[in-house]
């Protein structure tokens, strides 16, 4: 009996080494040379949490834990994210996250600085950030996020997606744009991180993904029900957050047994003329009004429900900065229209008209 069980442990560890050999083999191939992020033997990365250890633990989800380390060779606070076990996709979005985010270099992006695939853990290390992510300060209501804090991020958020969307070398498809996703450094500059539902497609081509990935929420409808994935999906997920960041609401939040739907709440709002009542109310009116209504307004425009209605990042970053003038969006929310309809589903109505509404109407007054 005691033979069996140790061929069994023998095979066992056979079966990871092969894994791991295959992994870096994948990994070798998508770097082509290129310096990248530091492959970091087990017991340093064992060693920088004490073990794992609970209380080292900065968070977690379905796709693992995120523990907070120190590298003893260099004391680097560093950020160790360890890849489920049971994640039917762990080493598919472990490899995506090694060989994309590691080769992008932007000052908005989360950077990778190395990884390790042994002993059946897939470990992801990262930069830290001391002031966690978004969704922490927003929700937690531990400290309050200051109006200045806030634009500066969604500016931030703004800047990263236009450089995966059109500065690189080639098309990135983030795929997972949410507050969780967006961590704050020490000057609370933000930075995009979480890249393993991302997707590399060439600038000139049409292509989009076919398998629907993301969190419920931040789903573009069309999305969500052709499951293809494209810089508009992206956009629209943006356009969520930059809600969020205003309003200091949820996508999705319960009022008096009523499930009211952040992007329908605020557009019922701004259509009759009173965009500044969706401001988060804590902030007890100390923001920039101007700054809040196209904070609002290009968020709207980015989760407008027609995906060729949707600015590109470029477009939406120059409102932002004020350096084009707000769009000119329908006073009610149009309905979401689909060349293809799957079966038993009908098809929607003509969406509304788009008349222009003024900035001074937007504001109130």
């Not at 292509?207 to 969190?215: I, K, P, Q, W, Y």
């Not at 957050?241 to 609401?249: D, F, H, K, N, P």
Request: glycine share 6%.
């Amino acid at each position: 009996m005691w033979f069996m069980r140790r061929c069994l442990c023998k095979k066992g560890d056979r079966r990871k080494k092969e894994v791991d050999k295959t992994i870096d083999s994948m990994i070798n191939v998508a770097f082509e040379r290129e310096s990248g992020p530091r492959k970091f033997p087990y017991s340093v990365l064992e060693g920088a949490t004490k073990n794992f250890m609970e209380e080292r633990k900065l968070g977690g989800g379905g796709f693992g834990e995120v523990y907070r380390g120190v590298l003893h060779d260099s004391q680097l606070e560093v950020a160790i994210k360890r890849i489920s076990r049971g994640s039917k996709q762990g080493t598919k979005e472990y490899i995506s996250e090694v060989t994309i985010i590691s080769r992008l270099r932007h000052r908005n992006l989360v950077q990778l600085i190395g990884y390790c695939h042994e002993r059946g853990d897939l470990l992801l290390v990262y930069e830290y950030m001391p002031n966690k992510s978004l969704d922490y300060h927003l929700y937690k209501k531990t400290r309050l996020l200051l109006w200045p804090e806030r634009y500066k991020i969604a500016l931030g958020l703004a800047s990263a997606l236009l450089y995966l969307h059109e500065e690189w070398e080639q098309c990135v498809i983030h795929r997972d744009v949410k507050p969780s996703n967006l961590m704050l450094d020490s000057g609370f500059n933000a930075k995009l991180a979480d890249f393993g539902l991302a997707r590399l497609v060439d600038h000139d081509s049409n292509r989009e993904t076919t398998v629907l990935a993301g969190t419920r929420g931040y789903i573009a409808p069309e999305y969500a029900i052709t499951g293809k994935a494209s810089k508009e999906t992206d956009v629209f997920s943006f356009g969520v957050v930059i809600l969020e960041i205003a309003s200091g609401r949820k996508p999705s939040e319960v009022e008096k047994d009523d499930q009211v739907n952040l992007v329908e709440w605020v557009w019922e709002l701004y259509g009759n003329g009173r965009c500044l009542a969706a401001a988060d109310r804590r902030l007890e009116m100390e923001f920039d009004e101007q700054q809040m209504v196209y904070l609002m307004v290009v968020g709207l425009w980015c989760a407008h429900p027609d995906r060729d209605q949707r600015p590109t990042m470029r477009q939406a970053i120059n409102v932002l900065k004020f350096d084009t003038p707000l769009p000119a969006l329908p006073p009610n929310m149009p309905i979401p229209m689909f060349h293809s309809p799957p079966r038993n589903v009908p098809a929607p109505s003509n969406s509304d008209s788009c008349p222009i509404i003024s900035n001074t109407t937007l504001m109130g007054r």
